[in-house]
């Protein structure tokens, strides 16, 4: 695997209303190798999550339908449940307190660089495998 495919074999799940964010992270984790699927709602994005079984969702706070809040009860909370990076423009500590009660395994605060939100992406999932290889 080249340094340029480092999530290769990694499912994102890309939530977020505005289209050209929406765009350029997908444009962003496809060129890193991953299989990439986009919802600009919660509704979408809890479907998709049951549909799909992404192995990590990018999920911005505030969606049409279904909160991402909403929307992140939905897709945590069950054995095999995808890693979750919340980006928001909400800089409250109480909103971030509550999406980690949820289960959050990421909080970045919007505009996030794309190779930060890349980055943060690529930790958790060799923190997951790490884990996942010390329970065999």
Do not use: W
Not at 32 to 45: I, L, R, V, Y
Not at 84 to 98: C, D, F, L, P
Not at 128 to 136: H, I, K, N, S, V
């Amino acid at each position: 695997m080249s340094s340029d495919e480092r999530l290769s074999d990694v499912r994102v799940l890309i939530v977020d209303d505005d289209r050209d964010v929406l765009e350029s992270m997908t444009v962003a984790f496809s060129s890193e190798g991953a299989e990439t699927f986009a919802a600009s709602d919660g509704n979408t994005a809890v479907k998709l999550c049951y549909e799909h079984e992404p192995d990590v969702v990018i999920l911005d706070m505030m969606l049409p339908g279904r909160s991402g809040f909403l929307a992140l009860e939905k897709i945590k909370g069950h054995e095999d449940s995808p890693l979750v990076v919340m980006v928001t423009a909400n800089e409250g500590k109480r909103h971030q307190a509550y999406a980690e009660s949820l289960g959050v395994d990421g909080y970045l605060l919007k505009p996030v660089p794309l190779m930060k939100l890349i980055e943060t992406v690529d930790r958790l999932v060799q923190n997951r495998d790490l884990e996942a290889g010390a329970e065999d």
